[in-house]
């Protein structure tokens, strides 16, 4: 027997008591410090309970269980929704402060039904027998310009015929404007980024030529939730705009936005992607983050009516009475999300899309898949990173993300670590101790 090499153990934030967490045996407990002192020392009261709960196993038939979970997982995956992103266009009518596409062709703002034709042949064959949906993504798809608008209704219409829904990502500035176009056709969600109110949103993601984008914004979610539009509203947060987030989720609510059944939010961490940001010392690192967030929603409980974070499995486990499945990968890149632009080309996900050397093949003008660079994504879980193997975070945190560790490391193969000890810490603290 020994204590099995998946129990995540450490302090409640802000408690005396302990977490003892088992992805592998699917068990949770809060400790008291007498119960926790005895897995401090070795020496435990009641063996049978450790036992039952998978948190003191024999290692053989762990590696067993854990071989089954393992092929559970991928049996699972295999039926997952496939999300696929397309970019008609890098262009965009925003200059913000901390863009990672600001290296990108940003000229054209159209596309060809041709290219559009052939990615929607490419879906149908590829991923034929799967679900699936469509994500246009950018640069900034709803530009106003007129052949933006007719390349936009264009994929819209083709992703309808194809039987698929799609979800739109943009910067909000155009979407009054396009919303009686949106709710002819199959809008799954459009996400929408809001970084704060009036003048902090303003400076950081204003129109190139400096315009202010707020109230435009603001009115383009009131009328597509007026329309019964979902809208998944972003906030990028950094060190200079955290503050804003008590600010904006009031507003938020006196909108009455989160009360409506279209509505729902998301937290970014701002961080440096490819290119190199302007101010590298307001990006916060993951831990950082979540700490700010903690200690912020510690001061300002109201901030949870707009957004409930996750904090790793907290939430999951708040939420459901259990904790999620073994996660064995935590990136989707080509296994359930690709993403292909309107130069005709394919790559992993939104995280490498139109970046030089990520390419994965073609699909325009001509099929073409590069099947060993492929391999490797697919490939990329917690049983082929050397680093996750021995990991006792490894089946919360799932290996991170391939590109964030591709980018540090060189290789894909290779570990991008989640705070997971520190953020159950605090999301045990922040969902089950009473305050
Ligand atoms: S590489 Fe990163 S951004 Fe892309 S799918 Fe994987 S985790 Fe997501
Ligand atoms: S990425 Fe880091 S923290 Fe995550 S499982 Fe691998 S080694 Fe552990």
Known sequence: MYFSKYNIFSKIRNS????????????????QPVKAN????GNYGDIQEYLEKGYLIDENEEKKIYMNKYLEFIENRDKDEVQIFFVPWYACNFGCAYCYQSGYDLEK??????????????????????RKY???FGGEPLLPAEASRKSIEYILQQATENGLDTALVTNGFSLKEYTPLLTKYRIREVQVTLDGLGEVHNTRRPLKNGGETFAQIV??????LAN?????????????????LVDLSKFAVEKGWTNSQYFKTQLGRNYELHYCQSSQSRLFTRLEFYEAIYSLIEGHPEITEFHKPAFSVSKFLFDNGELPAPLFDDCTGCKTEWAFDGSGHIYACTATVGKKGEELGTFYPTVNK???????????????????KSCNLQLACGGGCASIAKNRTGTLASPDCRPITQLLEMGISHYFCEK
């Not at 009115?219 to 597509?224: K, S």
Request: contains cysteine; aromatic residues 8%; glycine residues 4%.
């Open 370 to 388: 590069a099947n060993d660079l492929i391999k490797l994504w697919e490939e990329r879980d917690v049983t082929t990173i050397p680093e996750c």
């Open 16 to 31: 005396d008591d302990y977490y003892l967490v088992n992805l592998l045996s699917g068990n949770a407990d809060i400790l």
């Open 219 to 224: 009115e383009g979610i009131d009328e597509a």
């Open 228 to 244: 019964k539009i979902n809208i998944n509203l972003r906030v990028v947060i950094d060190k200079e705009n955290l503050n804003s």
């Open 109 to 130: 703002q159209s596309i060809s039904k041709e290219v559009i034709d052939a990615f929607f042949s490419y879906v149908k064959k590829e991923f034929a027998g799967k």
């Open 38 to 41: 005895e897995i401090l020392n």
């Open 134 to 136: 469509i994500t246009v």
